[in-house]
């Protein structure tokens, strides 16, 4: 990963206004955990392209992983303004879960799902959100139907999800 940062840090002194080297090497920083490195990257990413959904993606999980959620959040809406509905939605609806806002969560997760119906991570954590705000039946019927694509959950994810499912049963 250094290697690549050298390498997009001299094409960035070659052009300075070089978008795709700056967003590349804010993936860079942000995959070694240099979120504030990657920060400014995706910084003078936007700058350079206000219209790059990608930069205000990785731009919103840097902020989620700095506790600046509200900033999160809003480059997450950003990104469903430009036109990016799958990747918006699915980034707000990850950030909305993480702090513990479930309903907005749901409400994103619904309308990522209807863009892509057999998510399993979707499905999974909507179900997750649910099972937090004490809809069961919608909770149980979301991790059943994600549970049939297991195999594209992280096994994290898929843990929790089993476990969720046999207290669920256990009712």
Not at 43 to 51: A, L
Request: with cysteine; proline share 1%; net charge negative.
């Amino acid at each position: 990963m250094l290697e690549a940062i050298k390498d997009f840090t001299h094409v960035i002194k070659e052009c300075k206004e070089h978008e795709v080297a700056y967003y590349n090497r804010c993936i860079a920083y942000f995959a070694i955990k240099e979120f504030d490195l990657a920060l400014l990257d995706a910084n003078k990413s936007i700058e350079i392209d206000p219209k790059n959904c990608s930069s205000y993606t990785y731009r919103s999980y840097i902020y989620l992983l700095k506790q600046e959620n509200q900033l999160a959040v809003n480059d997450a809406s950003r990104v469903i303004e430009l036109g990016c509905q799958k990747d918006g939605f699915n980034n707000r609806a990850l950030i909305y879960q993480e702090i513990g806002n479930f309903s907005a969560a749901i409400s994103d997760w619904t309308k990522y799902i209807n863009l892509v119906p057999k998510d399993a991570n979707a499905l999974c954590s909507r179900g997750l959100c649910y099972k937090k705000v004490g809809d069961i039946a919608l909770a149980y019927a979301d991790l059943k139907m994600g549970m049939k694509n297991k195999n594209e959950l992280s096994v994290a994810l898929r843990v929790e999800v089993e476990e969720t499912l046999t207290q669920l049963e256990g009712r």
